[in-house]
């Protein structure tokens, strides 16, 4: 036995094989342990070392002396063995003298496995078809094939790849049921070459079944899949070309196809239906149950294609108008007017050949309700119904804004915390402010009680984190082998990292030291002065847990935002007091910067406690409490490219008396500091910017200006997260907090888009909107291209679907004369000098004569008339003219 485990150890898959084959089954059984221990050997092995080529010996030996089908198909598929496979004929080679059953079994099991397992097509087939069963077919086996097709490019086409298959139709089935073809949709390629080629010149040779493939190309169609799977089996479904007859078989298929399936999948389906309908294949119902999906579709091309589709039928068939017109007023609910217009029309055109027909009339007239106010009272006449009563003056109903909480306090119980801070470990990235600071108010708070007892509780936690190490070798090595790894700044997760580390003798007293004296001074940037601040707090607190632990932190906020109750801080500083314990400076300056200041009367009454304390820390608290609320600087705005910039001048009183990482938060912020480039991009924890000056969101929103304008220009993703929080902290919304929220608005990603209207939401329901320096940045960034108007006009529907009519149109009121302005004067013109508006203005235009026409706006906009006055029905003209008349109703009335 020795013999093999030389021979696995060498790499040699043949010679190990032939050896194993020469042991009595008893022999195999005692030979498993220690090919067992020779595993996990090779998994603690680096990835780069000479032991990884045992791998695929250990596979076949290992495989060869497994008795069950069940242990020797997870040995075979072991994901430690998934990089270093032996080749399938080996193993076919190697278990060839195993029983048929146990063979066909193995052969189950290995098809069962997920697909990440990547076991190889040849191994599965070989085993099934020498024991005499059929190929199995699952997930893994499939894609296994397909690989295996894919990858075997050669002269041969892929049909005649296919039609050597020997199993070739239950594959194919197989393939229709595969719950996402995500791994392997890049091998099915396009054109002549692809597999949809390939499979439709077989359905039509018939080595497979016509009907087969067809029905399976539709039932998977209507079962749906992974995003992309529809690339694949509509051009199979196009390929196949459909008679009429089969086309008509399927009626229910497409019309559910149409309702509910892809875009591109219901524009086939609903093309189907099409020629059908007009060759008198479909019946006046079925055409009004296929549009009445149809016709809810957000797809504008779609619904106005179905729209066009009922007016031929109506044309060619009025008798068919109590069918079709009750299915037609379902476009009266469209969010666009002109979908709604369009439906409108065709009742108009058809609506005499309801006469006598009371049912449909009144269907119809119900969903006249949907309609907007101008095409409602079109729809009174049309119907001979009385127009609708006079609505009732408009009143905002916006979103109540999220409400503060209060923090709790840090667990009592050591093994509590432990499981706390697994769980923010566990979740990793930018944790929950609130859950973090009461993971660190806990860890000193059990560092000074007993150290012991939350190392042991802690141990579970750490013995999975990177850094841990057997005690003996951290006592040896800890400064050279961790040191350089906690140089750099910590994050909000590297920190609690750090903490625990430090409890653990993993970083030395030296290192800790060398991270508080701080950085050169070229990192200065945007992002860097907040990093810093979290990063000197979090060493402090390493610091002191080996050195001098505390007995809570000052900094631990009273409410999610971070702020900080000014009678809670006395308090604590009063147990510093008694305990005669020494605050830590970086402690004590983020409780300054957190302390409300706002409520005068609390903030006074707190400061008269705080100088009765007779400390340094009470005095300074006092001074600060009694110096009034925050004040902002003065800012101004810049120009870089298609962004637009802010800056602010110094904050004096972020002055001498704070230490240096805090000083550089009051330093005068530049354009230039803006768009600097730094190294430690991605470690923004913009939760916890905010929560380091809760009381001066100005400050942080002229340094995430610049990153929230990625989102609008770079299409960067994730980038707006943290525009709610921005707008539930404290302070003044000034001009940066705005230019933020605009930038939002505009972003790319539907997420970002999503996150800025949470934001415009919360700001005005807490009166802290100003709609109009919103709506001129916004104007003056579209102008620029920094934002697209149709994002713009995507994120102010969203807004209004909440009910925020009037706060969206005071905002578009001042963008919109920005863009029509342009037009009037013929800032953008094409090759021959006629003005072109910005695509996707039309847009913006609808979404503020829905606003108008709901809110009853009243006045004129500027540039308006002119934009309502060209010629043409574009979509830009017709959603002018529809202001302009919504405007002026308003004003007449």
Known sequence: MSAVLEAVRAGRVGEAALLVKKLTDAERRALLPELQALRKELRAAPWESRAQRSYPALQVAGAMCHS???????????????????????????????????????????????????????????????????????????????????????????????????????????????SDLGEVRWLFGDGPGSWQSALAELSGAGVLERKSVVDACVARLLRGGGPTDHRVFLPLLSR?????????????????????????????????????????????????????????????????????????????????????????????????????ERALKLVERHAKRLDGDAASRSGIAAAAEQLSPALRVRAAAVL?????????????????????????????????????????????????VAAFERALDGLARHAHHDQDALREALEPVAATRWWWEPESYRRQHSEEHFGPAWRGLVTAEGGLELVLATLYGSVGTATLLAGLRGGPADHDCARHGFSRVLDVRLRELAHRIRTDPQPLLLATPSWSTGLLEPAELV???????????????????????????????????????????????????????SAGEATLPASGHRMSGPRILVESDEVRELGTEFPEAFRRL?????????????????????????????????????????????????????????????????????????????????ARHPEDRLAAVDALLVLAARGQLDTERLGADLGQLV????????RLAESARTAVATGANATIWEMLRHTLPVLLADLATGGTSDSSGAAVAPRGLGELLSVAADCAERSGARGELPHLAGAAARRGSSRLVVQARRLRDALAVAAAA
């Not at 085993?127 to 086996?141: E, I, M």
């Not at 409300?596 to 009470?618: I, V």
């Not at 380091?692 to 990625?710: I, Q």
């Open 240 to 340: 196949l070309a459909l008679t009429r007859d089969e086309e008509r078989e399927r009626v229910a298929d497409w019309t559910a196809l149409a309702r509910d399936a892809a875009s591109p999948v219901a524009a086939h389906a609903q093309s189907v239906l099409a020629a059908l309908a007009l060759d008198g294949g479909l019946s006046a119902r079925q055409l009004a149950e296929a549009s009445e999906g149809l016709l809810f579709r957000a797809e504008k091309k779609l619904v106005r294609a179905q729209l066009v589709l009922l007016g031929k039928v109506l044309a060619r068939a009025p008798s068919s108008a109590a069918e079709l017109l009750p299915a037609v007023a379902q476009a009266f609910g469209h969010e666009d007017t002109q979908v709604q």
């Open 783 to 790: 102008r620029r291209g920094a934002v697209k108007p149709l």
């Open 666 to 746: 009051g330093r005068a912020f530049t354009a230039s500091d803006a768009v600097r480039y730094c190294y430690h991009w991605g470690q923004e924890n913009h939760r916890h910017w905010l929560a380091t000056l809760p009381e001066l969101r100005e400050l942080v929103a002229v340094r995430l200006v610049h990153d929230f304008s990625e989102a609008a220009l770079d299409g960067q993703r994730g980038m707006a997260a943290a525009l709610p929080l921005l707008a539930e902290s404290g302070g003044a919304a000034g001009r940066s907090t705005h230019l933020c929220v605009a930038y939002g608005l505009g």
């Open 384 to 432: 001979g119904i009385a127009p609708a009563a006079e609505p009732a003056a408009y009143e905002e109903m916006l979103p109540p804004a999220p409400e503060p909480f209060r923090l709790a306090t840090a667990p009592d119980s050591a093994v509590e915390l432990a499981e706390e801070v697994s769980v923010l470990l566990a979740a990793g990235g930018d944790p929950d």
């Open 68 to 178: 069950g089908a069940a242990a020797a198909a997870t040995w075979i598929t072991g994901a430690d063995m998934r990089w270093r496979q032996a080749p399938p004929d080996m193993l076919l080679k190697a278990l060839v003298d195993r029983d048929t059953g146990w063979q066909a079994d193995v052969a189950r099991r290995l098809a069962a496995r997920p697909v990440s397992a990547d076991v190889p097509f040849l191994l599965i087939a070989g085993l099934a078809r020498r024991s005499g069963s059929a190929v199995p077919v699952s997930d893994a086996s499939v894609v296994g094939w397909v690989r295996h097709i894919g990858h075997s490019w050669g002269r041969v086409p892929l049909a005649d790849r296919l039609r050597a298959e020997p199993d070739l139709a239950p594959l194919v089935n197989g393939l229709f049921e595969l």
């Open 571 to 625: 308090d604590r500083l009063d147990t510093y007091r008694r305990l005669g314990s020494r605050a830590g400076e970086a402690d004590f300056a983020q409780a300054l910067l957190r302390v409300r200041r706002e409520d005068r009367t609390a903030a006074l009454a707190a400061a008269g406690r705080a100088s009765g304390l007779g400390t340094p820390e009470g005095e300074r608290l006092a001074r600060w409490l």
